[in-house]
């Protein structure tokens, strides 16, 4: 039977390329037996709510792909250009708030440029073109990594010397960009190949092209809420600049709309730069893995990122209010009060030597160089380090063949994207904006393969194709997820697929409606999609809207730094998105489950309206409670006449925490006080140096231990703590024995009933009782101050 359907796939492979099955064909459907769909499920993807993110790495079996021969890189291209003009006029356009090629006096609605597709007003991008982009593609595709390589022994590096050696395409260890080479004469190998040009377009338009920017921004726009930047109608007085855009700031990332920190250059939307881990096989040969992430000295690094000529602050462009900050940058911190500071796009002004935290807790740009280059923004010392490690000087230096002997990547980032480093080398390498990209592409994305839900991108990508480009598999969501977040699963990681819906969109053009795969050669107009309001609908929307919650909600203010707001470290979006995702999803308590209610889906958009109300609730009791102080622990506020008592840790404002047991029906469930505790409340990170400079500037922390003696108050007038003073706080409490259920949380639980409430649900009597329990092995009366322990932020 085997070898009957051996003989029988090759009859139909021969009948294929007599036909000429390498060309583009609507007709021909796919013979293929669709693989059977991998589904996972939330808890699987999302870990319960409280896991890390969980990265895929790329599959040994699949990481390296052959170069394709130079006709079938032809064929693709014969494709593209066939549709050249529709392509040019949606992809390679950027929108005029951000154009650096249309002129500001001029509205480009009237002249005939305005792009259909997306219904924003565009111009041709400056930076990203179709001729640049196929240029990059034929190098890594057709020479693949180590086309026009240098090699320390056989082909040594001479500056002066124009390299078109390509003695290492056929090398092992060459990967190449995949256009069907591995199998060029299937039947939907065309298709292959263009769905994997498309899937990276898609991703380059959102990331750079639609910015025409090569740098990243700081406070980078990371969805639309409104219209600020979209069609001619949300614009005050026609297309006159980006700094007189209605509502420009408030679309950015940034506290309160107004306040970036400039350490944001040290990493956005949840991800850190400048203190990556990556590995990559030492050879070919063997398992044996090293870090290959950039290592550099960062007392002696310092980049400034090129200048937005419509977005960065310039101070001769005439605007001295609503102006976005000035370009990235990174420096020595010379001296200890070296703060990065932050930039006020309200007042025009950098403050700077400032302790402002950014929303990673960064306050300073040392060693902070790594942030987004090039089409699809490669960032961090690993993303930079994997260049280095394969196309850069550590390849050269390692004996290893490299496209750019001179250039180490790890110190002179900046190179991508060109003009200002052209003063220091002599050269300028314009193809490395598109070519950066296309190795991420190659060197993350094609060999992606997920251990856990057996997610492979070359699998996914055929079985797409193969089952009639239908995506309610979601490719496209997945291939953006594991872009952006190194992971396929929506739930996979807590982390931001920004523009998610347009990355969907812009491919959803390019397939159906410019290279009409699915053979739709009359295209169906379809209704609109009603929204289904339901769990995944308010994720979504939440994702959507991270940069006004991040920057309005989730922020703080105290005395360090004089009222000003900034960025919380105790409450951010990334932990509270986790655990609204478990309370929500899957709920707490067992039998008659609680749930955090975010929509009612058999209510349509009433019940999500009604949704977003009951959240809008929680967080701004919240934001009163404890974001505003930036403390998970409740502060010490209760006081006579600037007299604060340390026995507040038992009971403010009247109030008795030990005593508030739960009702009679309930009595089961409270905690017991226990006398022999001892604990203390954590410091929050910005009432100490550097922020906080006088740490007797406010009482000390609450706290309880053994005894019946008198504790004391807190001065305020003197910053002094008299401990063995008689001081009752408003209960008539004078010692904190026992006092170990104060606030914490968002809400700041306090009281025994409640905590014991978080045992009898969450906790070790849940478990003991055969309930499910999100902590099984934390037993919240003995220790409460797990709440707000820095293990998990959620």
């Known amino acids: 039977l085997a070898e009957a359907v051996s003989d029988l796939d090759a009859t139909i492979e021969s009948s294929h390329r007599r036909a000429g099955g390498n060309h583009l064909d ?15 499920s939330k808890k699987s993807e999302e870990g319960g709510g409280a896991t890390q993110n969980q990265q895929g790495k790329p599959n040994r079996h699949h990481r390296r792909m052959k170069v394709a021969p130079l006709n079938v890189f032809l064929l693709v291209k014969d494709e593209f250009d066939a549709r050249r003009p529709s392509i040019e006029n949606f992809v390679f356009q950027s929108l005029l708030a951000f154009s650096t090629t249309a002129d500001d006096a001029t509205d480009m609605s009237s002249t005939g440029t305005s792009n259909s597709n997306n219904n924003r007003n565009t111009s041709p991008s400056r930076l990203y073109t179709y001729s640049s982009f196929f240029e990059s593609l034929q190098s890594l595709s057709v020479h693949g990594i180590l086309g026009n390589s240098y090699h320390i022994e056989t082909n040594p590096y001479i500056p002066s010397y124009v390299n078109d050696n390509n003695d290492y395409v056929n090398d092992p260890s060459n990967m190449a960009f995949y256009l069907s080479q591995d199998d060029p004469d299937h039947r939907n ?11 990276f377009l898609a991703n380059a338009m959102v990331e750079a092209i639609q910015f025409d920017a090569c740098e990243e921004f700081n406070g980078m726009v990371n969805g639309f809420s409104g219209q600020a930047f979209g069609s001619s109608s949300s614009l005050d007085d026609g297309n006159t600049g980006i700094s007189k855009r209605r509502g420009m700031l408030s679309e950015l990332s940034a506290v309160n709309g107004r306040y970036f920190p400039m350490s944001n250059a040290c990493g956005q939307f949840g991800q850190l730069y400048k203190d990556e881990v990556c590995l990559a096989p030492v050879n070919n040969d063997n398992d044996e893995e090293d870090n290959i992430s950039c290592d550099v000295d960062p007392t002696t690094l310092e980049v400034t990122a090129i200048p937005h000529p419509k977005y960065n602050y310039q101070k001769d462009n005439g605007n001295n209010f609503d102006q976005p900050p000035p370009p990235f940058q990174c420096m020595p911190q010379e001296h200890s009060e070296d703060y990065s500071g932050y930039w006020d796009g309200y007042n025009v002004e950098f403050v700077r030597r400032v302790a402002y935290p950014s929303a990673l807790g960064q306050i300073s740009l040392e060693g902070c160089c790594y942030w987004g280059r090039g089409a699809i923004m490669t960032k961090g010392t ?23 002997p001179g250039v180490d990547f790890c110190t002179n980032p900046s190179i991508i994207c060109g003009e200002t480093v052209a003063q220091f080398t002599g050269r300028v390498f314009p193809e490395m904006k598109f070519l950066v990209g296309l190795f991420d592409w190659i060197d993350r994305i094609q060999p992606f393969s997920h251990p856990e839900s057996q997610w492979e991108y070359m699998r996914q990508l055929k079985k797409f194709v193969d089952e009639g480009l239908d995506d309610d598999s979601n490719f496209i969501n997945s291939v953006s997820s594991v872009l952006t977040r190194g992971c396929d699963g929506y739930y996979c990681s807590k982390r931001t697929i920004h523009f998610m819906e347009e990355r969907r969109r812009n491919f959803e053009t390019l397939i159906y409606n410019i290279f009409n795969l699915q053979g739709r050669y009359e295209p169906v107009p379809t209704p609109p999609l009603q929204p289904k309001y339901d769990f995944d609908h308010a994720m979504r929307w939440l994702q959507k809207m991270r940069s006004k919650i991040e920057g309005n909600i989730f922020v703080s203010k105290n005395k360090a730094l004089d009222g000003m707001a900034y960025f919380s470290q105790e409450f951010q979006f990334e932990p509270f998105l986790a655990a609204l995702r478990t309370t929500a999803f899957y709920g707490v308590g067992g039998s008659g489950n609680r749930h955090f209610f975010v929509s009612d889906e058999k209510e349509g958009l009433r019940g999500f309206n009604a949704g977003l109300v009951n959240l809008a609730f929680f967080l701004a009791n919240a934001m009163a409670e ?52 001892e604990i203390q409340a954590d410091v929050p990170v910005t009432a100490m140096p550097p922020f906080l400079l006088d740490t007797n500037a406010q009482p000390p922390p609450f706290q309880c231990r ?18 063995t003073t008689l001081y ?32 009898y649900y969450l906790g070790t009597v849940a478990a003991a009782q055969f309930r499910p329990s999100i902590y099984p092995n934390i037993d919240f009366c003995k220790n409460p101050e797990i709440v707000c322990s820095d293990e998990s932020m959620e």
């Open 189 to 199: 190998a065309m298709k292959y190949a263009i769905v994997n040009v498309c899937a």
């Open 382 to 404: 690993c993303g930079l380090g994997r260049i280095n490690h394969y196309l850069g000087k550590k390849a050269y230096t390692d004996g290893r063949p490299s496209r750019y």
């Open 728 to 759: 009752s706080n408003s209960f008539g409490r004078t010692d904190v024995e026992g006092c170990s259920f104060w606030g914490r949380g968002a809400l700041l639980t306090r009281g025994s009933c409640h905590y014991g409430k978080l045992n």
């Open 626 to 677: 404890s974001i505003t102080n930036d403390s998970c622990d409740e502060i010490n506020w209760d006081n006579k006449g600037g007299q604060y008592p340390i026995s507040n840790s038992c009971g403010q404002n009247g109030r008795d925490y030990g005593a508030e047991t739960c009702p009679i029906f309930q009595s089961f469930i409270t905690c017991d006080i226990d006398t022999t505790m």
């Open 706 to 723: 053994p005894g019946k003696g008198p504790v004391g108050f807190w001065d305020e007038w003197s910053g002094m703590t008299f401990g």
């Open 26 to 40: 609507n007709n021909h459907e796919s013979v293929s037996p669709p693989s059977s769909p991998n589904k996972q």
